[in-house]
């Protein structure tokens, strides 16, 4: 996989990310919101949070897709840059590369960058290079 050093704007992409992340769980501890996602489309930016819903979690919801969805709503179609982060606390965190779900709703809205580690960005084309349009 062809990886390319993360720029100023990745960097401060993943600060987004990382900001919007709560640390607290909702709705009477039933809820958790750990991850945070964050995506550029045009210069814009768009963030999602998760909730895992732990009664019931295959009706839980990733960040990247709060994320599309807030991007969505507001009339943009393309993601140019892309990245999720789970934190445990305000300084252990780290950026994780997105779900089979997420890589699939994500390639509906263009081939971006997505931001898999740190150091690291790759196009979604090499984390998913098949998506049924
Ligand atoms: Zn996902």
């Known amino acids: 996989m062809k ?5 100023e704007e990745d960097k401060k992409l993943i600060d987004a990310a990382r900001n919007i992340i709560t ?3 909702i709705q009477n501890n039933k809820i958790s919101c750990t991850v945070g996602a964050a995506l550029i489309s045009g ?3 768009y963030k999602g949070i998760n909730l895992q819903i732990e009664t019931s979690a295959p009706t839980s919801i990733c960040a990247e897709m709060a994320a599309i969805a807030q991007m969505v709503s ?3 179609k393309m993601i140019r840059i892309i990245v999720a ?4 606390s305000k300084t252990r965190w780290d950026v994780f590369q997105p779900c089979g779900a997420c890589r699939h709703i994500i390639s509906q809205f263009g081939n971006p960058w997505v931001i898999i ?4 960005k790759a196009r979604l084309s090499e984390l998913y290079p098949m998506p049924v349009k």
């Not at 990886?3 to 720029?7: G, M, P, S």
């Open 3 to 7: 990886l390319l050093k993360l720029t």
């Open 23 to 25: 640390q607290n769980k």
């Open 43 to 45: 210069n814009k930016t």
């Open 74 to 76: 507001s009339g943009a």
């Open 85 to 88: 982060v789970r934190a445990n």
């Open 117 to 120: 580690s740190r150091t690291g």
